[in-house]
């Protein structure tokens, strides 16, 4: 069946290949980014091998995700345009940048890679009720660390693989409440760990080598979004890193998160502090 599928930071890396591979297998994809031009072509390639009756309605959303006003602006739109939404793929992320800091004051990890998600996806929750059986799925990643609520409400500064770590930690913790709280409207959430080092810009960028090719992310994110293998998982974390290591292409399986990801008193912490930014960005 065709599905109505949304991808976040669809404009390149495995969000980009996710995208082209879903389209192609005939679902109506629309991507997003926050570089106009970039998106424009990446509609245009996404279209290009789309199959079936979707090809037409292929589009996408600008919107820079640094910026929760953005967000908010880009999910009125989609809530506009979309008459249901299957698939959300919380895809847009970011680890090193020449500027830490956003406009409001925070690290820019903790908003793109958490509140953004955590934002857009409550402002969809109608959409996604509107489909059968919707799903969520959430880009974690074996880097998970505790939050500094400090660092979180931007009164300390972290270098970059601290800032990441404790965002991909925030969105996981997020995910299993999620899970819990949209299981009666029948809408799966996973967090997944797409593989460490793949082979995308956010990597080169990161570590200048890679482990496993980017296909191996994107087929999960694929799988994680169609597959009848997945119909019945929610408040999981999928973890495609192979348990002898790293390296290699071949699939991982579901697995443990960082304990606060389990911790209802930790979760209930985290939701209270985003609430307190959430508070003072639109205060
Ligand atoms: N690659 C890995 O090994 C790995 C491992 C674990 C988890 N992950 C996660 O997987 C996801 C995709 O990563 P990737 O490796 O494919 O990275 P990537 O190639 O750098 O792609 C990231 C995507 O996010 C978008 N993005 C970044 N900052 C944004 C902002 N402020 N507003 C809106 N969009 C923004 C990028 O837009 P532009 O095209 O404009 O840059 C791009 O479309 C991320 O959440 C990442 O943390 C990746």
New binding site residues.
């Given amino acids: 069946m065709t599905k109505t599928i949304l991808i ?10 996710a995208a082209l591979k879903l389209a192609e297998a005939g679902h109506q994809v629309y991507v ?4 106009a031009d ?1 998106l424009t072509s990446v509609i245009a390639e996404v279209k290009a091998v789309a199959t079936g009756a979707a090809v037409d309605n292929i589009n996408g959303f600008v ?5 929760l006003n ?1 967000v908010h602006k880009m999910a009125a739109e989609v809530n506009k345009k979309l008459p249901k939404l299957d698939v959300l793929i ?6 090193t940048t020449a500027s830490a800091m956003t406009k409001d004051g925070l690290d ?1 990890r903790f ?3 958490y509140l ?1 998600p955590h934002e857009l996806t409550n402002a969809l929750l109608p959409l996604l009720k509107k489909s059968s059986k919707a799903r969520i799925v959430n ?5 998970q660390d505790p939050i500094s609520y400090k660092a979180f409400v931007g009164q300390e500064r972290l270098d970059d693989k601290d800032a ?1 770590a404790q965002s ?1 930690l925030a969105l996981t913790m997020w995910s299993m409440d999620l899970a819990d709280t949209v299981a009666a409207d029948d809408i799966n959430v996973i967090a997944v ?11 080169d ?1 990161a570590y200048g080598e ?3 090719s ?1 296909d191996k ?1 994107a087929n999960i994110l694929t799988e994680l979004a169609i597959s009848d293998e997945f119909a019945n998982d929610s408040g999981k974390y999928f973890d495609n890193d192979i348990k002898d290591g790293a390296h290699g292409d071949a699939r991982g399986e579901f697995g443990q998160p960082h304990a606060d990801a389990l911790d209802k008193e930790a979760i209930t912490e985290l939701e209270r502090q985003t609430q307190t930014v959430l508070q003072s960005l639109s205060a």
Wanted: net charge positive; no cysteine.
């Fill in positions: 976040t930071g669809s404009t390149d890396g495995i969000g980009k290949l997003h980014g926050r570089n970039k919107a820079d995700f640094s910026d953005a919380n895809n847009a992320g970011i680890n820019v908003v793109v890679n953004a880009l974690s990643s074996a880097a990441y991909k760990n797409p593989g460490s080092l793949l082979n995308t810009k956010m990597v960028e890679y482990w496993s980017a992310g």
